[in-house]
């Protein structure tokens, strides 16, 4: 079975340029979720996705960042326009099903805005 | 407000060791209490994940504690390997309406284990 996979692994931008972060969640996971880690702090949660729904997006930082799961499968993460401190690591996580159920979690995006 | 706190911020042991990791939290209402191991460049992968009845729970050379009444959980590693050099994040869910959860991160203890 794959796992959660992300692309890119790693994007260098500069400051007020758009990048898409990609997140291909386990097939049939209807759970999707994005976080995010900036230099030296704890992840942090930045929104969940019901299949294409968005359940919770109480984490996303402001309305420069903008999230979609087209059809309940993969999601992406825009960010436009880039700023400095968007830089850290983004994570997408997938669960099969709401609960205790834990959530595996994709490797990554390094995100540096110059 | 809800948080997550972690000692040691670092630690180095030996090859062989055993060594315990702390969390202490203040996430209400309470769902469950996970920890991660985290290796550089890869995501968190779950090792442990506990509701406020389990005490104790174990997998492989790693138990974690949790005591529910002063909000405190432990990871013990018992005989280390060089593989177990990793970031340890403790993880508290709290349970939301509709049956989910949210997760909150502990700042992670980063364990380094020497020959």
């Known amino acids: 079975e794959a796992g959660v996979t992300q692309f890119p692994s790693h994007s260098v931008i500069e400051k007020g340029q758009t990048v898409t972060l990609r997140c291909d969640p386990i097939?049939?996971?209807?759970?999707l979720y994005w976080y995010r880690r900036v230099m030296g702090k704890e992840i942090k949660f930045l929104l969940h996705?019901?299949?294409?729904?968005?359940?919770?997006e109480s984490g996303m930082p402001n309305n420069r960042f903008l999230a979609e799961r087209t059809g309940g499968t993969y999601s992406t993460l825009k960010v436009q326009p880039a700023e400095l401190e968007d830089s850290g690591v983004y994570f997408c996580a997938s669960s099969p099903e709401r609960g205790m159920r834990e959530q595996y979690f994709g490797p990554g995006t390094r995100l540096t805005v110059t | 407000k809800n948080q997550v706190e972690q000692s040691p911020q670092s630690l180095i042991i030996l090859e062989g060791k055993n060594c315990t990791l702390q969390?202490?939290?203040?996430?209400?209402?309470?769902?469950?209490l996970r920890w991660y191991k985290q290796d550089t460049g890869r995501g968190p992968v779950s090792l442990t994940i506990?509701?406020?009845?389990?005490n104790t729970k174990s997998n492989g050379r790693y138990t974690a504690t949790l005591d529910a009444d002063t909000k405190q959980s432990s990871l013990h590693i018992t005989a280390s390997q060089l593989s177990d050099s990793a970031s340890y994040i403790c993880v508290v869910s709290g349970s939301l309406s509709g049956g989910y959860n949210k997760l909150i991160f502990g700042a992670g203890t980063r364990l380094a284990v020497h020959p």
């Open positions: 969390c202490n939290y203040t996430v209400s209402p309470f769902s469950n």
């Open positions: 996705f019901v299949k294409e729904s968005k359940q919770d």
């Open positions: 506990m509701t406020f009845s389990e």
């Open positions: 097939s049939g996971h209807d759970n």
